[in-house]
């Protein structure tokens, strides 16, 4: 069978892309310690022990031989936020706080949370001081605050109840060879916060003076680092009282001056991404898909990493050169997800060594020589927030590029897939408190991927010691041995490694596909198996009591899967049952040989059993006419029901007993809370205190009994995906923790009718298509493991941490982010290079046993200037929201608010004191960090975080799931949403893709002075995407495009826009078609006009403007530069 690739049944087949987007991207199994999403305790106090500045040394951007055009270059953005060339991109938001491996329930007692917002007044008071921070105050030791410590582990815990022991039942496959022979590279994740590291010695040589232009500490070549202003012991003074959060009320009556209001700055625009690559498409771009040994490859041959002691070991010989080759072009993509993709090319390309120079073991004197530029980089720009008005870039942010030499960069993994809030990884811990910022992953493992190499082998090549997958980062020796480049440890080549599938030739491991491809897949062989692969094994649990039946979803959910149920990924062995539950639990007997789909109905709910357990899953392939009748009888089936109770939890257990001998996913529908048998929920919402609450209640389960049935299921393989269609109140906090802690996703749409809701019924129709035809993966593990002195220690997504550092997911989706929060152990002062390796291991829906794996490099250096100039913004807001979920839950709402805004005031201040050399007036950030408090501000406007305006329980509790395991790219926009002007669309600067033409309008600032009554905006809010209509719109928009005759003319319920034959209506439509078609779920669409009901809705996301409750950007930044001045 070939493994080219994967077809629409996610298995292998022809090598086309996969139907649903392009093939998927897997991840090998890899080390990861940490604890599942939720499970959290609040770390002990640990005060961070002031250190002395370390010395400039080396910088990182690079001169000579390597020029910064092409090393530091930032590529577009995961979101439609662009910022300055060298900004970086927001990754998920690193929680500060709880990071643990304890159960909610079980976490110790918050501590007293920090002051709460004041109520609004008419003249707030002065802000509250909250001692919410990430890093405690080194000189100010006091009882544990609300405090979130980016980088430090967590105590270890003692062993806890359901997390230690071993899932019962079979366990898959899960298997490393030899894996317990080594103890994994990062097994001491969970020490409590590193020890203090000697620093370096804070006085700096002297050097010549600095260009007068230059406010950093940046030197020509070849002269000795200039002074640079030393740094305070610690950023926080210990005469400084707390930061507190800005005031709620509206703003204080001293009129801020008005920020400046003429055009916008000449440099406020960054230049357009060099034209080293735009690879466009759903994911990074890899060489064609490897089939067998034979197949041909082209791809650049492996750089190789220095090893811990650089320069010792020989070059390779000049037959190793590698040849560059070709760069893979494909569509452009959403601005929000296109810019990261541009400097990547994922066309591997070769690690070109000079003769007789440096080798990849040789690489200390090559990053030496890239001494400072005299020039300050672009990221490190010195901007006054408070002058610069139009900071948003009118494109889409790039992710900052990591400054490396470039033969290097060209092959690092692509940053939709792996990526670090910190481009540049600081050399010690102390050096990573200094800056103020979170350190950590973002990963998006089983990613639809355009193209993807798949490698077919006996011999998979990993390390003998920490168990890494062979990489482009490791380092060869010479043709028989390399050096891993994680432990360092020298392995043997493998005979079989010897031959080369590309040339066909023998001696050039180097040049093999896995050496060339930060991303690849294998095949893997019988010893990464316990038992068989499972086969697709796919059971519907469907809510039919008469609340249900009122909402219409069941004909909706019976038709979807009639259309869909030939796409239904799988083979010959794939599975199908269904289970429908109201008050008593019925059954299908769908066995082949009936004529008809037989009922059987249990009413014992307390001691659930399966009435056949033979009949109840019967084979898709076998049984298809059975299976199809049941589908069309169902709707007509309870019709006329009366029932109005929910046994969900008795349904559960059912369906639980069902699938544990194989394995597989189970789909749950509810509309209502469950109100009978186990699992029993009473509402908790109080409609009255939605906005008026100081605090917000019932962030966390109401009981146990969800999660511990979710930890049941995956210790048997099984997976639980969440439906919730409801206008009442459903506890989302309590029921999603089946999904959660069984690696399965949520799905929610509020206020669903199939009459009265229409944009909700397409809306469910879509997302129902694509979750039941995109891949999936069975019974996989995945770990992440970093290179020694890193270590990884909480994790956030969607998951159950089987030990602590393997990830169990029963089901792996191509739509699933994961993000993980990281310290530094011990010093990297002997490290010019670290490398992060995840590993998804997974069971194809074709049987097959593969291995994804990601590996990604990046540059260590030793300086504040450079930490900063690494940052990327969207990656660090991206790891903050996902930090403060676990603070709102374990802790308070307040709580997570305070240390956001923290989060901004700590990192500018660190930079002011540390970084700048000159000081000035203003609030100043560098450029990179330009949108930093604006990403903080939208955060807190965001209805997972918002206060003061009515915001229902379950939303909150969904938009803070989506916070937790979307991917990056999604979770941006969800966050600052995107607003385009959209009546005068024109040509200019298009895009043509498959001979449609795309108009690419600029980004506006979400501010109700960007609008006009004369035009129509579309924002573009992840999930959802407003159309608003100005009072005065010119009537050539509402005709040629909304089809209406005047204003007064648009329907109050449009979300659908006509398909008429004008070229503006073909203009917006595509336009709207395109930026749909960049993510996986179906953002609906409603137009707005000034009476609607939505107004409200679409004027809370104008994040710039003030509300009644919460203060307006302008507002923000001067109650961030008090606090930072105190």
């Known amino acids: 069978m070939s493994t080219a690739g994967f077809n629409s049944q996610n298995g292998t087949g022809t090598g086309q892309a996969y139907a649903n987007g392009p093939s998927q991207n897997p991840v090998a199994l890899q080390q990861l310690p940490g604890v599942s999403y939720g499970m959290t305790h609040q770390p002990t106090y640990n005060p961070v022990q002031a250190k002395a500045p370390a010395p400039p040394g080396p910088g990182l951007y690079p001169s000579g031989q390597y020029q910064p055009v092409s090393s530091y270059q930032p590529g577009p953005p995961l979101t439609s936020y662009p910022t300055h060339p060298g900004q970086p991109l927001l990754t998920r938001p690193q929680m500060v706080g709880p990071l643990s491996h304890t159960p909610p329930q079980s976490a110790s007692p918050s501590p007293s949370p920090g002051p709460r917002l004041p109520p609004a007044q008419a003249t707030p008071p002065p802000p509250a001081m909250s001692s919410s921070h990430y890093y405690p105050n080194p000189q100010q030791p006091q009882p544990m605050a609300p405090s979130w410590q980016y980088n430090t582990a967590p105590p270890l815990m003692g062993p806890h109840t359901s997390m230690n022991t071993p899932p019962r039942g079979p366990m898959a496959n899960h298997v490393h060879p030899a894996a317990s022979s080594a103890p994994p590279p990062s097994s001491s994740t969970y020490s409590s916060a590193p020890p203090a590291h000697a620093s370096h010695s804070a006085t700096q040589p002297p050097g010549p003076g600095m260009p007068p232009t230059s406010l950093h500490g940046y030197t020509h070549q070849g002269t000795a680092p200039p002074p640079v202003n030393p740094m305070a012991p610690h950023t926080y003074q210990p005469s400084r009282a707390p930061y507190g959060p800005p005031p709620t009320g509206p703003p204080p009556t001293l009129k801020p001056t008005p920020p400046p209001t003429g055009p916008p700055m000449a440099n406020a625009t960054p230049p357009p991404p060099g034209a080293d690559g735009t690879a466009a498409g759903n994911g990074p771009q890899a060489p064609d898909s490897y089939n067998h040994v034979d197949n041909k490859m082209a791809g650049p041959p492996q750089p190789g990493t220095p090893g811990r002691h650089l320069g010792h070991y020989p070059s390779l010989p000049p037959g190793y050169q590698n040849t560059p080759a070709p760069h893979n072009t494909t569509s452009p993509m959403h601005p929000a997800m296109q810019a990261a993709t541009q400097p990547y090319t994922q066309a591997p390309q070769p690690y070109q060594q000079p003769r007789g120079g440096a080798g990849p073991a040789q690489l200390s004197p090559s990053l030496a020589a890239m001494s400072l530029q005299s020039s300050t980089p672009e990221a490190l720009r010195v901007v006054n927030l408070l002058q610069e008005r139009n900071l948003l870039p009118p494109n889409p942010i790039p992710a900052p590029t990591p400054c490396l030499p470039q033969d290097l960069q060209k092959i690092n993994c692509h940053p939709e897939v792996f990526r670090c809030t910190l481009t540049s990884i600081p050399q010690t811990q102390s050096l990573l408190n200094k800056a103020k910022m979170p350190m950590g992953l973002l990963l998006h493992p089983f990613k639809d991927l355009s193209q993807l190499p798949v490698v077919t082998s006996s011999t998979i090549v990993r390390c003998r010691s920490c168990r890494t997958y062979i990489n482009p980062f490791v380092t060869f020796l010479d043709q028989r041995r390399w050096k891993c480049n994680l432990c360092y440890r020298v392995n043997d080549v493998p005979e079989e490694f010897m031959y080369n599938p590309v040339s066909r030739s023998y001696g050039e491991p180097h040049k ?55 796409a239904l990924p799988g083979d010959s062995r794939t599975k199908v049952g269904f289970i429908t539950f109201d008050s008593t639990i019925h059954f299908y007997n769908l066995q082949e040989g009936l004529s008809q789909p037989q009922m059987l109905i249990v009413s014992d709910i307390e001691d659930i059993f399966l009435p056949t357990p033979d009949s109840l899953l019967v084979n898709l392939n076998e049984c298809k006419e059975l299976v199809q009748d049941l589908l069309k009888s169902l709707p007509n089936l309870f019709e006329k029901t009366m029932e109005t109770q929910s046994a969900l939890g008795s349904a559960l257990q059912a369906a639980f007993k069902l699938l544990s001998p194989t394995g597989g996913r189970m789909s749950v529908f509810q509309t209502q809370l469950p109100n009978l048998g ?69 799905y929610y749409y509020p206020s669903y009718h199939h009459q009265h809701n229409p944009a909700q019924v397409e809306c469910f129709q879509k997302d129902l298509k694509r979750y039941l035809t995109r891949k999936i993966g069975f019974e996989a593990v995945m770990r992440i493991r970093c290179t020694k002195g890193l270590s990884i220690h909480t994790f956030h997504g969607n998951f159950f941490v089987r030990s602590t550092d393997l990830l169990s997911l029963p089901n792996v989706n191509p739509d699933a982010g994961f993000a993980v929060q990281m310290s530094i152990e011990e010093n990297l002062d002997d490290m010019q290079l670290v490398s992060f390796q995840a590993a998804l291991l997974y069971t194809s829906s074709k049987g097959e046993r593969r291995i994804r794996v990601h590996t990604l490099c990046l540059p260590v250096v030793n300086s504040l200037a450079d930490i900063f100039a690494g940052a990327d913004v969207q990656a660090i807001t991206g790891l903050l929201a996902c930090m403060a979920v676990d603070r709102s839950v374990t802790a308070s709402l307040s709580d997570a608010r305070d240390a956001m805004t923290n989060a901004a005031i700590d990192s500018l201040s660190s930079y002011r004191q540390s970084v700048l050399t000159i000081q000035q007036p203003g609030l100043l950030a560098p450029a990179c960090l330009r ?196």
């Open 512 to 566: 093999r596909p896995e050496v060339q491809n930060a991303t690849i897949e294998f095949i893997a062989p019988s010893e990464y198996m316990l038992r068989p692969p499972q086969p697709a094994v796919y059971l519907f649990l469907l809510d039919v009591s008469h609340n249900a039946i009122e909402t219409g979803y069941l004909k909706v959910f019976c038709q979807s899967l009639l259309d869909n149920i030939n």
């Open 678 to 746: 186990v699992g029993t929920l009473h509402s908790r919402e109080d409609p009255n205190q939605r906005a008026s609450a100081k605090d917000i209640q019932h962030l966390s389960p109401a009981t146990d009994f969800y999660k511990k049935l979710a930890l049941d299921c995956s210790g048997q393989q099984v997976s639980v995906d969440l439906f919730l269609l409801s206008a009442q109140y459903c506890d989302l906090a309590s029921l999603g923790c089946i999904s959660r802690y069984s690696a399965g996703s949520v």
């Open 931 to 1126: 949108l930093f408090p604006l990403f903080i501000l939208a955060l807190l406007k965001q209805k997972a975080f918002r206060t003061g305006t009515s915001t229902r329980l379950d939303d909150r509790v969904f938009a803070m799931c989506q916070l937790k395991y979307q991917p990056l790219a999604y979770t941006m926009l969800m966050i600052h949403p995107a607003l385009y002007r959209i009546d005068d669309l024109t040509d200019e600067g298009a895009l043509n893709i498959n001979e449609r033409t795309i108009p690419q309008p600029r980004l506006l600032q979400l501010s109700v002075e960007k609008l006009s009554r004369e035009g129509a905006f579309l924002m573009d809010a992840g999930t959802v995407m407003y159309l608003w209509i100005g009072r005065n719109c010119h009537p050539n928009f509402l005709t040629q495009v909304l089809g209406v005759p005047s204003y007064a003319a648009v329907p109050d319920n449009l979300y659908l826009l006509p398909e008429l034959d004008t070229a503006e209506s073909q203009r917006t439509r595509a336009f709207i078609g395109w930026l749909r078609d960049q993510r996986p779920f179906f953002p609906s669409l409603h137009v707005v006009r000034d009476e609607s009901q939505l107004k409200a809705t679409f004027m809370q996301n104008m994040i710039e403007d003030r509300t009644e409750s919460a203060l307006s950007y302008y507002e923000f930044l001067l109650h961030l530069q008090q606090q930072i001045s105190k």
